[in-house]
C-alpha cells in the first residue's frame, strides 16, 4: 500500500487495493485459522510445541546416543570382528613382503599382570590416604634399604600422609651434607622438609657394587615408568615362585615370571608380618604390596586428584555449552523449519491488475 | 520483567560485559565448590583430612 501511494500509481493502483481484500467468510475463518495455526507454530520452543515434547526429544536423543554408542562398541567394533581385519592386513603385509616382527613372548616380556581392582581407579576417587601411610612405612621399613626415591621431598608427604611436625622429626633423623661454611668446608646437618629422600647408596656405580651388578631402579615415578602401572609393581612383588621346569636362573638372580626375561637382580622382599602397621591393619604380604604400590602410584601421580577434579569440571561445562548451543541451533533454525508455502489460486497480483493463475 | 533484565544487563556494551564478568566470577565459586563437595562426599574417609585427626599430637 505505502508503495503504490509513494509512486502515485493512480485509479488501477486504488482498484487493485479495493478489490484485494475481498473475501468470502468462509474464506476468511479458513485464513484466520491458518494465521492461527502458524502463529502458534512460529511461537513454539525449539524442541517441540510443549515442556513434555522437549523432554521427550532430549530422552529420545539421550537413549539413542546410549544405544548407538553400547552398540558400536559391544556389538559391531568387538574383537572378533576386529581380529581378522588384522589378520588380513598382516597376510597382505607379508604378501607384500613387508617384513614382520612378532616381538611379544611371555618370556622375554613378562607375564602379562592382571588388572587389580584398584580404588583409586575409579575416576572419581582419591588415594586412600591410610594406605599411603602404611605405603610409605613399607617403603622405609623395606623398600629404602636398595631403592631411592630421589625425586620425592619430605615436604611431599605434609598432608598427605603425615602431618608437618611428624615429617620433619623423620627428615632430623638423616643427615645430609650442606655448605659451603664460612671456611669453605662442606658440613653435615640434620635433614629439613626441602630435603629429598635419602638414597641408600651415594651414587650408582656403588649401588650396582652392592646389588651383584643389578641397579636397583629409583622409585619416584616407577609405577609411571612401567608397562602394567601398579598391576605390574604389585603382581612382581608377590610374584616370585620356583623357576618352571627347563628355566635356570643364574647365581644372585631370581625367579620372576612378571619381569621381563623373569631373572630378576631383586629377592623377594615382602613377607607376612615384616613391617608392625601402627594402625592395626593386617600385616601380611598381600597388604604390604597393596599399600606400598599405591604409595609409589602416589609418587608417580601426585597430580591425580587434580586431573580427576579438572576432568569432571571441563565435561560438565562443556556438557552445559553443548546443550545451549543445541538449543541455539534450534532456535535460530525454527523459523527456518517451520516455514509453510500456502497455495492460493485465483489471487491477484500485487504489482499490477493481471490475474496469474500462479503466482 | 524481561524488560527490566534486558534493559539492566544486556542493553549496554559496558553493563553487558559487566554482567560477563561477574557471572563467570560467581560460576567459577559455584562450579568449584560444587565439584570438591561432590569429591569429598564421593571420597569420604579416604582423604587427609578425614584421617589426620588421628596423628595430630597435642
Known sequence: ?359 | MQKLVYNVFFRRSSSYLATIFATAFVAEIAIDGFSDRLWDAANRGRQWKDIREKYISN
Not at chain 1, 228 to 243: H, N, R, T, V
Request: hydrophobic residues 40%.
Open chain 1, 1 to 359: 500500500m505505502m508503495n503504490r501511494a509513494v509512486f502515485g500509481l493512480g485509479a488501477r493502483a486504488a482498484a487493485t487495493a479495493a478489490r484485494a481484500p475481498v473475501l468470502s467468510p468462509a474464506q476468511a475463518l479458513r485464513a484466520q485459522q491458518r494465521f492461527a495455526s502458524s502463529s502458534s507454530q512460529s511461537s513454539q520452543s525449539a524442541f517441540g510445541k510443549t515442556k513434555g515434547e522437549a523432554a521427550l526429544w532430549f530422552a529420545k536423543a539421550a537413549a539413542a546416543s546410549a544405544v548407538v554408542g553400547v552398540s558400536l562398541s559391544t556389538f559391531v567394533l568387538t574383537d572378533e570382528r576386529l581380529e581378522p581385519l588384522a589378520q588380513g592386513a598382516a597376510s597382505l603385509m607379508a604378501a607384500a613382503g613387508m617384513p614382520t616382527a612378532h616381538a611379544f613372548s611371555t618370556g622375554d616380556n613378562g607375564l602379562h599382570p592382571p588388572h587389580w581392582p584398584w580404588d583409586y581407579n575409579k575416576p572419581w576417587a582419591t588415594f586412600d590416604h591410610a594406605a599411603l601411610r602404611r605405603g610409605y612405612q613399607v617403603y622405609r621399613e623395606v623398600c629404602a634399604a636398595c631403592h631411592s626415591m630421589d625425586y620425592i621431598y619430605w615436604r611431599n608427604l605434609v598432608g598427605v600422609s603425615h602431618t608437618e611436625e611428624e615429617v620433619k622429626a623423620m627428615a632430623a633423623e638423616y643427615e645430609y651434607q650442606d655448605g659451603p661454611d664460612e671456611n669453605g668446608d662442606m658440613f653435615m646437618r640434620p635433614g629439613k622438609l626441602s630435603d629429598p629422600m635419602p638414597r641408600p647408596y651415594v651414587n650408582d656405580n656403588a649401588a650396582r657394587k652392592a646389588n651383584g651388578g643389578a641397579l636397583p631402579p629409583d622409585l619416584s615415578c616407577i609405577v609411571r615408568a612401567r608397562h602394567g602401572d601398579a598391576d605390574y609393581i604389585f603382581s612382581l612383588l608377590l610374584g616370585y615362585c620356583e623357576p618352571p621346569a627347563g628355566v635356570t636362573v643364574r647365581e644372585g638372580l631370581h625367579y620372576n615370571p612378571y619381569f621381563p626375561g623373569g631373572a630378576i637382580g631383586m629377592a623377594r622382599s615382602l613377607y607376612d608380618e615384616v613391617v608392625e602397621y601402627e594402625d592395626g591393619t593386617p600385616n601380611n604380604a598381600s597388604q604390604l604390596a597393596k599399600d606400598v604400590t599405591q604409595f609409589l602410584a602416589w609418587a608417580s601421580y601426585p597430580e591425580q586428584d587434580q586431573r580427576k577434579k579438572f576432568g569432571f569440571k571441563t565435561i560438565g561445562i562443556t556438557a552445559m555449552i553443548l546443550t545451549l548451543a543445541i538449543w541455539w541451533k534450534r532456535f535460530k533454525w525454527s523459523h527456518v523449519k517451520s516455514k509453510k508455502f500456502v497455495f492460493q489460486p485465483n489471487a491477484v497480483c500485487a504489482r499490477c491488475d493481471c490475474e496469474p493463475m500462479y503466482l
